[in-house]
């Protein structure tokens, strides 16, 4: 078991799902800052919030917990390139707003 994949895989299944850290928060009864944290490997979840974590996102705790996502999930290099495609979308949309 890879704990340190933890904090990826927690923000891999997050976006995946289309969930904010502050969505996250609020379900967990937690501030979005702590939610952060977990997601930055500042701070480690309590087995408690770990498991409700895992609940949230629909996945078992050790799905969870090591590097081996499910196959429809995306990877962290993949959301690199749709976040980097998003922004250029975002960048065209201004640009043809201002020809307007």
């Known amino acids: 078991m890879n704990i340190s994949d933890f904090p990826n895989n927690l923000r891999v299944l997050r976006t995946a799902r289309g969930y904010t850290q502050a969505y996250m928060g609020h379900k967990l009864?937690?501030?979005?800052?702590?939610?952060?944290?977990?997601?930055?490997g500042q701070r480690s979840?309590?087995?408690?919030?770990?498991?409700?974590?895992?609940?949230?996102?629909?996945v078992d705790l050790n799905?969870?917990?090591?590097?081996?996502?499910?196959?429809?999930?995306?990877?962290?290099?993949?959301?690199?390139?749709?976040?980097?495609?998003?922004?250029?979308?975002i960048e065209q949309l201004k640009?043809?707003?201002?020809e307007s």
């Not at 979840?45 to 629909?58: H, M, N, R, V």
């Not at 081996?68 to 979308?89: F, G, N």
């Open 29 to 40: 009864h937690i501030q979005r800052q702590s939610y952060c944290n977990y997601e930055n």
């Open 45 to 58: 979840p309590s087995l408690e919030i770990t498991s409700s974590i895992a609940e949230i996102l629909g």
């Open 63 to 89: 799905t969870l917990i090591t590097a081996k996502l499910p196959a429809d999930v995306l990877t962290k290099e993949d959301l690199a390139v749709l976040e980097d495609y998003l922004s250029l979308q």
């Open 95 to 98: 640009m043809n707003s201002a």
